[in-house]
T-cell receptor, first 117, second 111 residues
Framework: GAVVSQHPSWVICKSGTSVKIECRSLDFQATTMFWYRQFPKQSLMLMATSNEGSKATYEQGVEKDKFLINHASLTLSTLTVTSAHPEDSSFYIC?????????????FGQGTRLTVV | DQQVKQNSPSLSVQEGRISILNCDYTNSMFDYFLWYKKYPAEGPTFLISISSIKDKNEDGRFTVFLNKSAKHLSLHIVPSQPGDSAVYFCAAFFGNEKLTFGTGTRLTIIP
């Protein structure tokens, strides 16, 4: 089946630095990708919808200047956490649906565990 | 407003018995429903889905039931196995809209 690859799987960074997370669709073209965040023992919270070639659509309460999303190609979306703070420590997950596939389920990346120290 | 709800945060089931996970939704526009399984520190993996035009879909040990009038769906796992221990999320969407997830149910299979 379709595969979405996310990198890195975990990262530790110092407070105030920026971290970039990549999300790639490996065998299909994704015009739309989604970025989620999961806090411990909570559901997946949609942060933003990444649209290829245009600006991302952010959910209410998500700071677009802090969580920069770039969807420069049909197979790659990146999420950059800028000026990271300890409260940004979380598990970030991307997903994409294959618009040409028979199934409509979303495929998820492996997730990125971000720890800001 | 939580449009997709999983009211049981946790569930324990004896190995070999049936596990039943429940999910309720409020948005009548949802026309496609999915179940995902998630292990700690990993992304969710797709399990099974159902379109709103159906009321049952079966795949091996997994069966999803949809009751549109009650806006309720359930996932049945039988027989339950230790490897089924994970957090299960139901999700829903319509058209090309984003997935809306429930809060998850932690399933523990007791050997």
């Amino acid at each position: 089946g379709a595969v979405v690859s996310q990198h890195p799987s975990w990262v530790i960074c110092k407070s105030g630095t920026s971290v970039k997370i990549e999300c790639r669709s490996l065998d299909f073209q994704a015009t739309t990708m989604f970025w989620y965040r999961q806090f411990p023992k909570q559901s997946l919270m949609l942060m933003a919808t990444s649209n290829e070639g245009s600006k991302a659509t952010y959910e209410q309460g998500v700071e677009k200047d802090k969580f920069l999303i770039n969807h420069a190609s049909l197979t790659l979306s990146t999420l950059t956490v800028t000026s990271a703070h300890p409260e940004d420590s979380s598990f970030y997950i991307c997903s994409a649906r294959d618009p040409a596939g028979q199934n409509t389920e979303a495929f998820f990346g492996q997730g990125t565990r971000l720890t800001v120290v | 407003d939580q449009q997709v709800k999983q009211n049981s945060p946790s569930l324990s089931v004896q190995e070999g018995r049936i596990s039943i996970l429940n999910c309720d939704y409020t948005n009548s526009m949802f026309d496609y429903f999915l179940w995902y399984k998630k292990y700690p520190a990993e992304g969710p993996t797709f399990l099974i889905s159902i379109s709103s035009i159906k009321d049952k879909n079966e795949d091996g040990r997994f069966t999803v039931f949809l009751n549109k009038s009650a806006k309720h769906l359930s996932l049945h796992i039988v027989p339950s196995q230790p490897g089924d221990s994970a957090v299960y999320f139901c999700a829903a969407f319509f058209g090309n809209e984003k997935l809306t997830f429930g809060t998850g149910t932690r399933l523990t299979i007791i050997p």
